[in-house]
């Protein structure tokens, strides 16, 4: 098997190439500027773009990284970034056709996923990719990646390599809770492990905060901290919805539910109740309107009927931000959640998703979405979705509507 590297020149090909380790397997390194490449890489196969067809064969794959990126990110700078990240890129990809290679693994940045970005770097990349699909005939493989670090940092955070001691384990956690990152060994046992699956998701590598310390103290006080603000601010609020919901219709004013929690178990969730007595236990978008109680409609809309969640945040089963828990009758959603290891992280009262206006009316789309929180998970990135939230952003679930 040949492993062709486009773009090893740069920070990332650097850094990862060392790393690469395929058995029986040669790796050739392309470039513009041979000498560069033959200085940077002394024990590699360099080799110029021009002799590109006479080593791919049928047996090969492609890790394309060559790309102009941010650093002249000025949109009088635009014909540069076409004619790298879209022409000099397609001829790359018709040579690989030509050659009918196993696989094209083109690396991206996750600022490609953001639709509000309008940068040159990211309206390239993204038109890239969109041709890529449009004239697909081998396997591409789209890895998005957030901030890369390993022995030293590039782009914005470049003025951090001169601080010697940003190296140390514990600011390294500091900053990628704040930030996604990925770490360059991660990215190379990723990429030695031929671990990618090309499916609906995109592979977004990344760090992921399940193991980050400071991230999960973040996020457990702040959990802590909205649930005694809201009951200390809300208390006469949350009274005054108990007693409307009673003479809304017959029933009690809480309610629990059967829901999935983090790892698969189940737990009781707490909710005002917005649907008369006798409706069957299905998820929203399952439910015919005429079983919403007045109060309910307005409850719903508002989202205060989840309040008494924070029940559940403060008993560790919730929390503030994160995927939205599904009903064990959801079996394919809990499925593809399991798979793309959603369910290794709390549930949440509001989330990507919900802020975007996906209910579970479409769940492979949600659990696309859901995918990307896992993956992006930040500080920063929570408190976005927070203050979305407390704005109005995405607020209603849908209900089926009476023929």
């Excluded at 309206?123 to 699909?133: G, M, P, S």
């Excluded at 890895?143 to 955070?157: A, R």
């Excluded at 140390?168 to 930030?179: Q, R």
């Excluded at 995927?323 to 809990?334: F, N, T």
Aim: hydrophobic share 40%.
């Amino acid at each position: 098997m040949n492993i062709v590297i486009t773009g090893a020149s740069g920070f990332i090909g650097k850094q990862l190439i060392p790393l690469l380790n395929f058995k029986k397997s040669e790796i050739y390194i392309f470039g513009r500027d041979i000498k560069k490449l033959r200085n940077i890489f002394p024990n590699f196969n360099t080799y110029t773009y021009e002799n590109l067809e006479k080593i791919l064969n049928e047996d090969s794959i492609i890790l394309h990284l060559a790309v102009k990126n941010n650093n002249n990110n000025n949109r009088k700078y635009l014909k540069d970034f076409i004619k790298t990240n879209i022409t000099d890129a397609l001829k790359i990809y018709d040579i690989a056709i030509k050659s009918n290679i196993r696989h094209f693994i083109n690396i991206s940045s996750i600022n490609v996923l953001d639709d509000k970005k309008k940068d040159p770097y990211t309206l390239t990349k993204k038109k890239f990719i969109k041709r890529l699909k449009s004239k697909k005939k081998i396997e591409v493989i789209n890895l998005f990646l957030p901030i890369v670090y390993g022995e030293s940092f590039s782009g914005k955070l470049s003025i951090l390599n001169r601080l010697t001691f940003i190296k140390s384990n514990f600011l390294i956690k500091i900053l990628s809770a704040i930030k996604p990152a990925i770490n360059i060994n991660s990215l190379a046992l990723f990429i030695n492990q031929k671990n990618f699956d090309n499916n609906y998701f995109d592979n977004i590598i990344s760090d992921g905060q399940i193991n980050n310390i400071i991230f999960q103290i973040f996020k457990r006080t702040t959990d802590i901290l909205l649930s005694i603000l809201i009951l200390s601010l809300l208390g006469w609020l949350i009274i005054i919805i108990g007693i409307l919901v009673k003479l809304s219709s017959k029933g009690p004013a809480i309610f629990t539910q059967n829901r999935i929690g983090k790892n698969g178990l189940v737990f009781k969730c707490f909710k005002f109740r917005t649907m008369k007595l006798d409706t069957a236990i299905l998820a929203t978008h399952e439910v015919s309107s005429n079983q919403i109680t007045w109060m309910g409609k307005a409850l719903r809309k508002t989202k205060l009927d989840e309040i008494p969640q924070i029940i559940n945040v403060l008993k560790g089963e919730l929390s503030f931000v994160g995927p939205r828990p599904c009903l064990p009758s959801q079996e394919d959603l809990i499925k593809n959640r399991k798979k793309n290891d959603i369910m290794n992280i709390l549930p949440g009262i509001t989330g990507l998703a919900q802020i975007n206006g996906i209910d579970m009316s479409d769940p492979l789309r949600l659990t696309k979405v859901d995918y990307q929180y896992v993956k992006l998970q930040s500080i920063w990135l929570d408190i976005k979705i927070i203050l979305l939230t407390l704005i109005g952003k995405g607020l209603g679930d849908k209900i089926k509507k009476l023929d």
